[in-house]
């Protein structure tokens, strides 16, 4: 029940919070040269004054900031986030179209990140073999040096061009109507090389972490008494080790959610993936303000739920956590 009181009471803190992050992103983005007027008429090669005046004003770029600003709240409290005049459809439907793909990398690539990244931490910190563990301390500091779009490129160059074992981009085949496993084992073979890139970089961070954590906890006073009891190793470790060591990967984890849907942008560029990062991306070259809009609030959206619900979580580990 304390954590239902929780959840409500932080889902009312979200109100402000999000009118915050439309009014800061609505500026920010018009701090930046040119429209969606200008990008139409530098592609139609010329333009005069009247056509771009005519333009602005369906577009609705003509009115004051303030006003054009006070219609964007009333459209956000009717659930509307605009209209995608380059793509000719409502931002919602955008959106949401897109959405799915993004979870699917977001999510995956978190997964495979924690697994791998707290079972690396883990072998280097209770290891009793020191090559085993400088080589996870290598492994992991390449991982935080190299950067996200070069390992993408690299993947490409050598499973797709040389190897030929997996697709270049995409999420599906879309020549091959496949239908159940046979749809499944295609969408995993375009999943493996972009979730690969955008986990690396959070693989070496929960590694790093967790090798850390381990070890401090190890020191602990409750972890010798708990030997000193006569418990078997095994249950010390699962029990008070690694549930206590889980607790700041868990906070990371949390925090780390508005930084992977950030480089799910690169990497939905490079791997074609058609989710919003991409999305994004394009909406950012054409000067689609409506569209950028609608996708950096709904981010900022999925971040703070992602950060309540990592609250609860860590409350759950730790008893001795109250939410209040």
Sequence with gaps: MRHLRYLIGRLLQVLPVAFLIILANFFLLRLAPGDLADVMAGEAGAATPEYMAALRQQFGTDEPVWLQLLHYYEKILSFDL??????????????????????????????????????LGWFSAVTRRRWASRAASIAT????????????????????????????????????????????????????????????FYVAIYARLTHTAVQDVQRMDYVRTAHAKGLSARRVTTVHVLRNALLPVLTVTGMQIGALIGGSVVVETVFA????????????????????????????????????????????????????
């Design 141 to 200: 500091t390449i991982g935080f040096a190299t950067p996200l779009f070069w390992v993408g490129l690299m993947m490409i160059v050598l499973f797709s061009i040389e190897l030929k074992w997996l697709p270049t981009g995409g999420i599906y085949d879309l020549d091959a109507e496949y239908e159940g496993w046979a749809f499944a084992a295609d969408l995993f073979r375009h999943m493996v090389m972009p979730v690969a890139t955008l986990a690396i």
């Design 82 to 119: 605009g209209f995608s005049f380059r793509n000719g459809a409502g931002v919602v439907d955008l959106i949401l179209a897109r959405l799915p793909a993004t979870l699917l990398l977001v999510g995956s690539s978190l997964l495979v990140a924690a697994v791998l990244g707290v079972a």
């Design 273 to 324: 993936w058609p989710g919003m990062g991409r999305l994004a991306f394009d909406a950012v070259m054409q000067r689609d303000l409506n569209l950028l809009l609608g996708i950096l609030f709904c981010t900022s959206l999925l971040v703070i739920v992602a950060n309540i619900v990592t609250d609860v979580l860590y409350a759950v580990l730790d008893p001795r956590i109250e939410l209040q």
